[in-house]
C-alpha cells in the first residue's frame, strides 16, 4: 500500500522532487549538473582582500584531513582544536607560514564535510603562497581545486547544514553596514525565519495528509470531521501568512535601506540640508535657482539603520527642459520615498503653495532660514532649522531617528528580506484561499500541494516523501 501511495503521489506532483535548486536564484554556485555530485576538494582564502593581521585558508572535502598531514605534518590532528604548526610546500619543501591549523571532521562542520582551516598571517604574498601549494597538490581519488564563487555555502545547503533562508542570512550579514542590519541578518543566519516557515510547512503537510488519506481510502472508518477540521487550521494558518506579508515590507527596509527624498521650492536649502544631515559636501550649492537639476544620493547610517537620502530640483515652472525634467524627477521620487522632508523658505512671507501640497501622513515640514529672523508663516509639527548656522539641526536629525526606527522595527515575527520571500509566501496565501473555498477534495489537495511548494521555494525543501510520513505516523491505514 506505501508503494501504491508512492507512485500516485509522484505522479501528481513531480515537481516535489527535493531539493528545489533556488540556490542559483541567490547567486550560490554556478547551478552545472557538477554541484550535485560533491567529488572534489576545494579551497580558497575566507577572508576578504587587503592586509590584515590574520587571514583564513579553507579546505573542504574528503582530502582535507591528508591536505593538513602533507602541509602541516599532521596526520591525526585533534578535531576543532587550534594547532601551532609550520606550514610547507610538500613540493619544494619551502616554508610558507607559521600559523595555526584547525581540523572540522564532518559532518560537524561549516559545509557538513571535512573542514581543514590555516590561519595564517594576512600578507596577500602569505596567502597566495598557501593557495598556490594547495593547488599543486596531489591526493589519490580526489582533486583539489579552487573554489567557486558560494561554494562552500552551496555544499552547506546540499548537505543540510543551512536552508536558502539561513544562506541569505550569511550574505546579508557580511554585507551589514548598520547595526540594525546586522541584528536581522544574525537573526536569520540563526534560523528565525526558517524556523517560521518549516513550520507552517509542518501544519501544510498534515493538512494535506489528512485530504490526501480521504481521497484515497474513502472507505475506510475516518472522522466524519476530517476535511472540516482541516479547513480550520487552514484559515488559523492563513491568518498567520497574511500578518507576515502585510508587514510594510519591514525587513526589505532594513536589508535595502530606507529611502528619504528632500523636496522645496528653488534656493529654500535643500542642497545645504543634505550636506548637514550628510556631515560633508555632498551636493553643489549656489544661490542661482535651478542648480540641482538631477536626483543626489548620499548613503547614511541614522539610529543604526540604513537610509538613502536624495536632494531633488526645485519644484517650481519652468520652461527649461532639462530643469523641468528634474521637476518631474523630484515629484516621481517624493512619491515613493519612505519619508519626505519638505523644506520652506522662512524669509518668505508665505508657505509655497507647491510645497505645501507635498505634505501628508509621510512628510516631515523643515523650515529654513532661521537665522536671518521668524518665519512668516506656521505649519503644524514643522522643525525650524539653520542649516548656516546648523542650529536645530540635532532636533531635526532626532525626529528624522524616531521616525525611521518606528517604521523599521526589527522586532515581533521574523520578517521577509527578500522580495522572493514575499512571492512565494503570497502564491502560498493564494493557493490556501482556494483550497478552503474548494469543496471537491481532489482540488483541495492540489492546492494544498501547490502551497506546500510555494513554502518550500522560500527554505529550498520540498519533500514527497514527508507526506508519507506524516500519513503512516498519523493514521493506522491498511489495518
Given at each position: 500500500?506505501?508503494?501504491?501511495?508512492?507512485?500516485?503521489?509522484?505522479?501528481?506532483?513531480?515537481?516535489?522532487?527535493?531539493?528545489?535548486?533556488?540556490?542559483?536564484?541567490?547567486?550560490?554556485?554556478?547551478?552545472?549538473?557538477?554541484?550535485?555530485?560533491?567529488?572534489?576538494?576545494?579551497?580558497?582564502?575566507?577572508?576578504?582582500?587587503?592586509?590584515?593581521?590574520?587571514?583564513?585558508?579553507?579546505?573542504?572535502?574528503?582530502?582535507?584531513?591528508?591536505?593538513?598531514?602533507?602541509?602541516?605534518?599532521?596526520?591525526?590532528?585533534?578535531?576543532?582544536?587550534?594547532?601551532?604548526?609550520?606550514?610547507?610546500?610538500?613540493?619544494?619543501?619551502?616554508?610558507?607560514?607559521?600559523?595555526?591549523?584547525?581540523?572540522?571532521?564532518?559532518?560537524?562542520?561549516?559545509?557538513?564535510?571535512?573542514?581543514?582551516?590555516?590561519?595564517?598571517?594576512?600578507?596577500?604574498?602569505?596567502?597566495?603562497?598557501?593557495?598556490?601549494?594547495?593547488?599543486?597538490?596531489?591526493?589519490?581519488?580526489?582533486?583539489?581545486?579552487?573554489?567557486?564563487?558560494?561554494?562552500?555555502?552551496?555544499?552547506?545547503?546540499?548537505?543540510?547544514?543551512?536552508?536558502?533562508?539561513?544562506?541569505?542570512?550569511?550574505?546579508?550579514?557580511?554585507?551589514?553596514?548598520?547595526?540594525?542590519?546586522?541584528?536581522?541578518?544574525?537573526?536569520?543566519?540563526?534560523?528565525?525565519?526558517?524556523?517560521?516557515?518549516?513550520?507552517?510547512?509542518?501544519?501544510?503537510?498534515?493538512?494535506?495528509?489528512?485530504?490526501?488519506?480521504?481521497?484515497?481510502?474513502?472507505?475506510?472508518?475516518?472522522?466524519?470531521?476530517?476535511?472540516?477540521?482541516?479547513?480550520?487550521?487552514?484559515?488559523?494558518?492563513?491568518?498567520?501568512?497574511?500578518?507576515?506579508?502585510?508587514?510594510?515590507?519591514?525587513?526589505?527596509?532594513?536589508?535595502?535601506?530606507?529611502?528619504?527624498?528632500?523636496?522645496?521650492?528653488?534656493?529654500?536649502?535643500?542642497?545645504s540640508l543634505l550636506n548637514a544631515l550628510a556631515r560633508r559636501d555632498a551636493a553643489i550649492v549656489s544661490d542661482a535657482a535651478g542648480t540641482t537639476r538631477d536626483v543626489v544620493e548620499v548613503r547614511l547610517d541614522l539610529?543604526?539603520?540604513?537610509?538613502?537620502?536624495?536632494?531633488?530640483?526645485?519644484?517650481?515652472?519652468?520652461?527649461?527642459?532639462?530643469?523641468?525634467?528634474?521637476?518631474?524627477?523630484?515629484?516621481?521620487?517624493?512619491?515613493?520615498?519612505?519619508?519626505?522632508?519638505?523644506?520652506?523658505?522662512?524669509?518668505?512671507?508665505?508657505?509655497?503653495?507647491?510645497?505645501?501640497?507635498?505634505?501628508?501622513?509621510?512628510?516631515?515640514?523643515?523650515?529654513?532660514?532661521?537665522?536671518?529672523?521668524?518665519?512668516?508663516?506656521?505649519?503644524?509639527?514643522?522643525?525650524?532649522?539653520?542649516?548656516?548656522?546648523?542650529?536645530?539641526?540635532?532636533?531635526?536629525?532626532?525626529?528624522?531617528?524616531?521616525?525611521?526606527?518606528?517604521?523599521?522595527?526589527?522586532?515581533?515575527?521574523?520578517?521577509?528580506?527578500?522580495?522572493?520571500?514575499?512571492?512565494?509566501?503570497?502564491?502560498?496565501?493564494?493557493?490556501?484561499?482556494?483550497?478552503?473555498?474548494?469543496?471537491?477534495?481532489?482540488?483541495?489537495?492540489?492546492?494544498?500541494?501547490?502551497?506546500?511548494?510555494?513554502?518550500?521555494?522560500?527554505?529550498?525543501?520540498?519533500?514527497?516523501?514527508?507526506?508519507?510520513?506524516?500519513?503512516?505516523?498519523?493514521?493506522?491505514?491498511?489495518?
Amino acid at each position: 500500500m506505501r508503494n501504491f501511495l508512492l507512485s500516485r503521489l509522484r505522479g501528481r506532483a513531480r515537481e516535489w522532487a527535493y531539493p528545489v535548486r533556488c540556490a542559483m536564484a541567490c547567486g550560490l554556485g554556478s547551478g552545472k549538473p557538477e554541484h550535485r555530485m560533491v567529488l572534489d576538494t576545494i579551497f580558497a582564502p575566507a577572508t576578504g582582500a587587503g592586509r590584515a593581521g590574520v587571514a583564513v585558508v579553507r579546505v573542504s572535502g574528503p582530502a582535507s584531513r591528508a591536505v593538513l598531514a602533507l602541509i602541516c605534518g599532521l596526520p591525526d590532528p585533534m578535531a576543532r582544536r587550534a594547532i601551532r604548526c609550520r606550514m610547507v610546500d610538500p613540493f619544494s619543501g619551502v616554508a610558507l607560514d607559521d600559523g595555526l591549523a584547525i581540523w572540522f571532521p564532518g559532518p560537524a562542520s561549516f559545509t557538513g564535510e571535512d573542514v581543514a582551516e590555516f590561519h595564517v598571517h594576512g600578507g596577500r604574498a602569505t596567502i597566495e603562497a598557501v593557495c598556490a601549494a594547495l593547488g599543486r597538490l596531489v591526493v589519490p581519488g580526489n582533486r583539489l581545486r579552487l573554489a567557486e564563487a558560494g561554494e562552500f555555502s552551496r555544499r552547506a545547503f546540499d548537505n543540510g547544514k543551512l536552508d536558502l533562508t539561513a544562506i541569505e542570512g550569511l550574505s546579508d550579514l557580511v554585507a551589514a553596514e548598520t547595526e540594525a542590519q546586522r541584528r536581522q541578518a544574525l537573526r536569520q543566519l540563526g534560523g528565525a525565519l526558517g524556523v517560521q516557515i518549516e513550520k507552517w510547512r509542518t501544519q501544510l503537510l498534515s493538512a494535506l495528509a489528512r485530504v490526501e488519506v480521504a481521497i484515497d481510502f474513502p472507505d475506510e472508518d475516518l472522522p466524519d470531521h476530517l476535511v472540516s477540521e482541516t479547513d480550520h487550521n487552514i484559515l488559523g494558518l492563513l491568518a498567520e501568512i497574511s500578518q507576515i506579508i502585510d508587514d510594510d515590507r519591514r525587513g526589505e527596509r532594513v536589508r535595502d535601506g530606507l529611502s528619504i527624498a528632500i523636496i522645496g521650492a528653488p534656493n529654500v536649502g535643500t542642497s545645504s540640508l543634505l550636506n548637514a544631515l550628510a556631515r560633508r559636501d555632498a551636493a553643489i550649492v549656489s544661490d542661482a535657482a535651478g542648480t540641482t537639476r538631477d536626483v543626489v544620493e548620499v548613503r547614511l547610517d541614522l539610529g543604526g539603520y540604513p537610509v538613502t537620502l536624495a536632494d531633488t530640483a526645485g519644484l517650481r515652472e519652468t520652461s527649461d527642459f532639462v530643469e523641468k525634467e528634474g521637476v518631474l524627477r523630484a515629484l516621481s521620487r517624493a512619491e515613493v520615498a519612505d519619508l519626505t522632508l519638505v523644506v520652506f523658505d522662512g524669509t518668505e512671507p508665505a508657505a509655497d503653495k507647491a510645497s505645501m501640497a507635498q505634505l501628508g501622513l509621510t512628510s516631515l515640514a523643515v523650515i529654513n532660514k532661521i537665522d536671518l529672523g521668524e518665519a512668516g508663516f506656521a505649519i503644524a509639527g514643522a522643525i525650524a532649522v539653520s542649516v548656516q548656522t546648523t542650529e536645530n539641526i540635532d532636533v531635526l536629525i532626532s525626529e528624522i531617528e524616531r521616525r525611521v526606527v518606528a517604521q523599521m522595527d526589527v522586532m515581533g515575527p521574523p520578517p521577509l528580506t527578500r522580495a522572493r520571500h514575499r512571492a512565494a509566501l503570497v502564491d502560498c496565501a493564494a493557493a490556501l484561499d482556494r483550497a478552503v473555498a474548494e469543496r471537491g477534495v481532489d482540488l483541495k489537495a492540489e492546492d494544498l500541494r501547490l502551497a506546500v511548494v510555494a513554502l518550500g521555494r522560500i527554505t529550498g525543501r520540498v519533500d514527497v516523501e514527508d507526506v508519507l510520513d506524516v500519513i503512516f505516523s498519523e493514521f493506522c491505514i491498511g489495518k
